[in-house]
């Protein structure tokens, strides 16, 4: 017998990732999937848009770190006191819109997540462990344990009726520039990040992931000097493949550039 | 990229499509599509179904697998050329108002399976 399908492979992916979107929507949550190579300054980057620039004092941040193994990135959230969920896809090489699935729900809450009604996320810390665990078991999803900001947080994400501010969740994709293209986590904004150490020849390299950002971050630029990057060829390029596209150009560490974008950042959360 | 994971995903779908369908057995054939400018390797996918196909339905499936071609349309000259990677320059005038068509695609088209 034959079966007539027609169907779009990842089609479960795809499905889920509107959930999410669907969910963050309702939860008044703005969700960014930033992705870019292993090194490229992400984390970086976000801690200094959410220190330096003040974001986190404006958009109540919280973060789902995605990476192969370690915590090392979530500590680095930890540190600067934004809520945050660490994933450890052990060897897969992106996120997927399950895994994010699990992840909010632990960081907004089940209701917040589900999009049901606005959650205080006021769950003891073992109902949390055992929201990860659900049809999470292989990935790993492992809140920072005893992290004090994750503990029945004082900044609940879903924001109440009251207060209908929009709260943005940042997903640190894992680093990669090629299976994070192919993967809808539910995210309103894909922000790409290319380091300047990485070289001017990234988006012809790999077209797909750029092709699908809604904005361009080249970190590191304090490095110009040491090389020959052409940061007018990355514009170029990108206005090519994105052209609706902004490209920010910014050191986090000099801290060059990040008002800019933080600025940008909050006027497409404003928008939403 | 990711082979592995989409493999898994096909098995999962001709599954899902078998048993909606009310129906058992050892699938026989799957023919899928792949686009062009998807950014999966048709040779990289086949070996990461055969890997994973082991001991489910899949497992004596021959996987067919069609390229779907890729354009690029020029809204300027309205040229439109074939294309094997994103490009959005057109070729003839060297516009970059062009749209890209098709070659996008990652589909499972159709199943055949033998009942028990």
């Given amino acids: 017998m034959k079966i007539v399908a027609a169907k779009k492979i990842l089609k479960a992916n795809d499905q889920l990732a509107a959930e999410n979107r669907a969910s963050f929507d309702a939860a008044g949550v703005f969700a960014v999937n930033l992705v870019g190579s292993p090194g490229c300054g992400k984390t970086t980057l976000l801690e200094a848009l959410f220190g330096q620039a003040g974001l986190a004092g404006r958009l109540a941040p919280a973060v789902i770190e995605g990476d192969i193994a370690g915590s090392i990135d979530a500590q680095r959230m930890d540190a600067i006191g934004v809520p945050v969920v660490q994933i450890n896809t052990e060897g897969a090489c992106h996120l997927d819109a399950s895994m994010i699935a699990a992840a909010a729900s632990d960081l907004l809450g089940e209701e917040g997540a589900r999009g049901r009604g606005l959650g205080t996320g006021d769950r003891g810390p073992g109902a949390r462990d055992q929201g990860l665990g659900i049809g999470n078991e292989e990935r790993g999803a492992t809140p920072m344990a005893g992290s004090s900001s994750l503990a029945p947080s004082p900044q609940p994400l879903a924001p109440s009726p009251s207060s209908p501010a929009t709260r943005l969740l940042v997903i640190e994709n894992v680093g990669n520039l090629v299976c994070t293209a192919g993967f809808d986590l539910g995210e309103r904004l894909r922000i790409v990040v290319l380091s300047v150490s990485e070289g001017d020849d990234k988006l012809v390299k790999y077209p797909a992931i750029f092709q699908s950002s809604h904005a361009l971050v080249v970190t590191k630029i304090d490095l110009l000097p040491h090389t020959n990057f052409r940061v007018q060829r990355v514009a170029d390029d990108m206005k090519r493949l994105a052209p609706a596209a902004p490209v920010f150009q910014v050191s986090a560490l000099r801290g060059e550039g990040i008002p800019a974008l933080a600025d940008w950042l909050l006027h497409r959360a404003a928008a939403r | ?116």
């Fill in chain 2, 1 to 116: 990229m990711h082979e592995i994971a989409i493999a898994d995903a096909v098995i999962e779908q001709v599954q899902g499509e078998v048993r909606r369908a009310g129906a058992s057995g050892q699938v026989t054939r799957v023919a899928l599509v792949v686009g062009r400018l998807s950014g999966v390797n048709p040779d990289s996918l086949r070996f990461a179904l055969d890997l994973l196909a082991k001991g489910t339905m899949l497992e004596s499936a021959r996987i067919e697998i069609v390229g779907q071609n890729a354009f690029c349309r020029c809204a300027a000259c309205g040229d439109r050329a074939e294309i094997d990677d994103l490009e959005a320059r057109c070729r003839q005038c060297g516009s970059s108002d062009v749209a890209i068509e098709g070659g996008r695609d990652l589909l499972l088209e159709s199943i055949e399976l033998e009942e028990c």
